[in-house]
């Protein structure tokens, strides 16, 4: 007979992990906690200026609505803390031949699932980098009947990003067994 920790690990066994972003290091988890709690304590110090009349030093009678700017506050706070304890992993079970993202956050790992494929689907792979050097990767899947559907998007910062991207696609390939297509500035290659 066996437990369920024995059975939750022959379960994981058969998935191969093609993508995994890692947590992100302290001297970035640290500042960007430091900043999301610092805006939720604002957003507690405003509330409580605004609606109880605890005096907590911060003035919230300059106007405009207190709601709103709580919303904004504690949103930009969720933000920051999320951030730092993101991750994002992609892996590939053969058993069912599905291809699974999760992204973790601060109360743990949210799974979701993509489209099954068949033999005659595509993998394409777009990489874009905006102004401030944040990159992004959206893996779609491309149907037989042409039709494509977004399996995930990865968000990367630094140039390091492309030494990141090749090995993820070597291994998609050889797992999967279907083609990957990569797209970047409007140039396109077939691996």
């Known amino acids: 007979m066996k437990d369920r920790h024995s059975e939750k690990a022959d379960n994981t066994d058969s998935r191969i992990i093609l993508f995994d972003s890692g947590r992100a290091p302290w001297w970035y988890k640290i500042p960007t906690m430091a900043i999301g709690l610092f805006l939720w304590w604002l957003g507690v110090s405003l509330a409580a200026t605004s609606y109880f009349g605890i005096h907590t030093g911060i003035r919230a009678d300059k106007g405009g609505s207190p709601l709103l700017a709580l919303i904004i506050i504690f949103g930009i706070g969720l933000a920051f803390l999320f951030v730092s304890f993101g991750q994002k992993r992609i892996y590939f079970n053969p058993l069912d031949r599905g291809l699974y993202s999760q992204v973790r956050g601060f109360v743990g790992w949210c799974r979701s699932t993509s489209l099954p494929f ?43 990003s492309e030494k990141r991207l090749r090995p993820f696609c070597d291994l998609l390939e050889e797992n999967t067994g279907l083609p990957v297509i990569y797209h970047q500035r409007g140039s396109e290659y077939r691996r």
Do not use: M
Not at 131 to 140: E, I, M, Q, R, S
């Open 118 to 160: 068949t033999d005659g689907c595509e993998f394409h792979i777009y990489h874009t980098t905006d102004v401030f050097g944040v990159g992004t990767w959206k893996l779609a899947l491309k149907q037989d009947d042409g039709s494509s559907r977004r399996v995930t998007q990865i968000s990367t910062i630094g140039a390091g």
